[in-house]
């Protein structure tokens, strides 16, 4: 286990990565298509700035990412990267104003987590509030077609919470990446095809 983790850990090292969380996003692009150049992604829990870095360099220069966390990375982010210092849960309306510059997002990246606990109830009822909102921001700004990758703690109401995706993609699948540590309760939510509503554009 212990190899896994440095493995990882060295790999982001070599690479520039602030952190081995990227292989994640990597692998389920990989595997779901997510990302292509030109496209607009919101970035939910940016910090410390690795997924952003890699949406910003897959979408390319005419692509746009907007990274929003309740901390700021110190690692410099692409050109095309846009960072907002916002707490989704505190400052909605915030969080609102700044969506409402967008036209609409392709893909919707959630890897928010909470300040653990160490109590397992709470901590994965955090993580389900975070998982929410981000549903809720897909909900609102994806465009049609679009879709959604969410991380969220496995716990008693996470089938309500796939249940609520099926509402809104046409596809929902359930992932945990190889670069999560195999004690770890997280699993990654993905929404596939935004089901088209009257107010969306398509993707």
Not at 60 to 73: I, N, S
Not at 169 to 187: D, L
């Amino acid at each position: 286990m212990k190899q896994h983790k440095d493995h990882y850990f060295h790999k982001a090292k070599r690479e520039q990565y602030p952190a081995r969380s990227v292989y994640k996003l990597q692998e389920m692009d990989k595997r779901f298509q997510l990302l292509r150049k030109g496209q607009s992604i919101l970035d939910l829990g940016a910090y410390p700035g690795s997924w952003s870095m890699y949406a910003g360099q897959r979408v390319g220069e005419k692509g746009r990412v907007l990274a929003v966390d309740r901390e700021e990375p110190e690692q410099v982010l692409p050109d095309n990267v846009e960072f907002y210092l916002v707490d989704v849960l505190e400052s909605e309306g915030e969080l609102e104003r700044i969506l409402q510059g967008f036209t609409g997002f392709h893909l919707v990246l959630s890897d928010m987590a909470p300040l653990t606990t160490g109590i397992r109830d709470k901590d994965q009822a955090l993580s389900l509030e975070l998982a929410e909102r981000a549903l809720d921001c897909a909900r609102d700004h994806l465009l049609f077609g679009g879709n959604a990758v969410i991380k969220v703690f496995e716990g008693p109401d996470v089938p309500e919470l796939r249940k609520e995706l099926k509402t809104v993609f046409h596809r929902v699948r359930s992932f945990k990446p190889k670069g999560s540590r195999s004690e770890s309760k997280e699993n990654f939510i993905l929404g596939l095809g935004r089901k088209e509503i009257d107010t969306q554009k398509e993707a």
